[in-house]
């Protein structure tokens, strides 16, 4: 605890600090709570789960009171991070009287005008805070401090015209902190044209690379639901994060996840808010081990004791990729990451290999029993007709079949040669 009473941080907090359990402060941390708390503009490189939320925590527990009026506004990319990061406010606060609310799509909203007219701390969508801002339910003229969390994920998302309406409607005489896993040129051109004098901070990633091994099984798409089976009945423990390309896929990998008897729960922006907080609770609680999701919906979970990342799909490129992995392997604990490799992924992964501080070993693959896919879960999941329970689903907008694998060849060679095209 002496590191973190170096920072600047009253008693209250120290005390809330110590009860959760935190001992050393994180390197985002160390290096950025002083300069949050003495007013400075910040832009803030930082990855999912480095510490961050207490940093923009502290000015806003430590500088602002109470008064029923909304003094602090932090955007967030996604819903599930709004909750998340309200959350954890009114937990550093302690016995401080803030009134924090989260703000977003999906629930009523009447809801929420009743509450913002007594809320000190607004934490929101872009979406949902412009819907607000529209109706009239919500003034940003006593905004002091504003956060923008996960920025280049909110760019990702397209919402870059909607934090630019944002500011604008708040005071130019603020406190403005933003944190981004990568500080691209469109952060910098919102540093430049928002902030003042920001001072730069950039962390290291909170992952323990000597801690995290990445492999990767070349495998057939027919059989790649059924090699997946397999390795998530071969591990005995810890929590698994299983990444998806789009919502249909996130359905049918935990739909026939279930009926092979690995209870598993997805999550994507599909879902109601309800049911996504739902499934969230039960993998926060191990209920459910095996957590389905897209990047969207995944990006911004900060949930602890993940051991096992799986890409059942590739994404498209590497700061992606880090994104995902950057859930396993924390405060020196173990984590792997398993890749699972077909014809449709060569050429993602080709770009990712790119990336030369990306270690990832092939694995040469297991004897496993074929899984078959049940038919009535593909006819739910597609919402065709007529698919057999063999084929298995590529990712292109088609199904394949094993009749047209076959004549690509279903051989390690062919294979192989195929991945070698790809990354050419």
């Known amino acids: 605890m ?6 600047g941080l009253s008693k209250e907090i120290l005390y809330v600090i110590k009860e959760a359990g935190f001992t050393i402060p994180s390197e985002i941390q160390e290096k950025t709570i002083p300069l949050a708390i003495a007013g400075k503009d910040i832009i803030g490189g ?3 789960g480095s510490g961050k939320t207490l940093v923009f925590a502290s000015p806003i527990i430590e500088n602002l009171i109470p008064n029923h009026s909304v003094q602090s506004l932090i955007l ?14 009114k937990r550093f606060a302690g016995n401080k009287r803030l009134n924090v609310l989260p703000v977003y799509g999906g629930v009523n909203i009447e809801q929420q005008i009743r509450k913002l007219h007594m809320t000190d701390v607004v934490v929101g969508t872009p979406g949902r805070i412009l819907d607000h801002l529209k109706r009239g339910t919500l003034k940003l003229n006593h905004i002091k401090i504003l956060v923008l969390d996960e920025v280049d994920r909110m760019f990702d998302m397209g919402f870059s015209k909607d934090v630019e309406t944002i500011l604008r409607q708040c005071p130019t005489e603020r406190q403005t902190m933003m944190f981004s896993a ?24 909170h992952v323990d ?14 059989k790649k639901f059924s090699l997946f089976v397999h390795l998530l009945k071969e591990k005995t423990s810890g929590l698994s994060m299983v990444f998806c390309s789009t919502r249909r896929n996130v359905d049918f990998v935990a739909e ?8 598993a729960q997805a999550i994507h922006g599909g879902l109601t808010q309800n049911n996504r907080t ?40 590497s700061t992606d990729y880090i994104h995902r992995i950057g859930r396993t392997a924390r405060a020196g604990e173990e984590g792997k990451v398993i890749n699972l490799l077909s014809s449709e992924d060569y050429m993602n992964f080709g770009k990712i290999k790119e990336d030369d501080e990306l270690d990832i ?24 007709k007529g698919f057999s329970g063999e084929r298995s689903f590529t990712g292109r907008g088609n199904f394949s079949g094993r009749k047209s694998f076959s004549r690509r060849g279903t051989s390690k060679g062919n294979s192989r040669s195929m991945y070698n095209r790809g990354r050419r």
């Open 2 to 7: 002496e590191q973190f009473e170096k920072l």
């Open 46 to 48: 930082s990855a999912t």
């Open 76 to 89: 967030t990319p996604t819903r599930e991070l709004a909750e998340q990061v309200a959350m954890s406010i």
């Open 182 to 205: 990568t500080i691209t040129a469109d952060v910098f051109y919102l540093a430049k044209k928002y902030t003042r004098n920001p001072i730069k901070v950039s962390a290291e990633s």
């Open 209 to 222: 690379a000597s801690k995290l091994k990445q492999i990767y099984y070349d495998v057939p798409s027919e």
């Open 256 to 263: 026939n996840l279930n009926r092979a008897g690995i209870r």
């Open 278 to 317: 739902r499934v969230l609770d039960e993998f926060h609680r191990k209920n459910v081990k095996v957590l389905i999701c897209t990047d969207i919906a995944g990006r911004g979970l900060d949930i602890k004791g993940v051991t096992y990342i799986y890409n059942y799909n590739l994404p498209k490129i």
């Open 361 to 384: 070993a092939e694995e040469g693959l297991p004897k496993f029993e074929f899984v078959r896919i049940v038919k009535e879960a593909r006819k739910s999941f597609s919402g065709r």
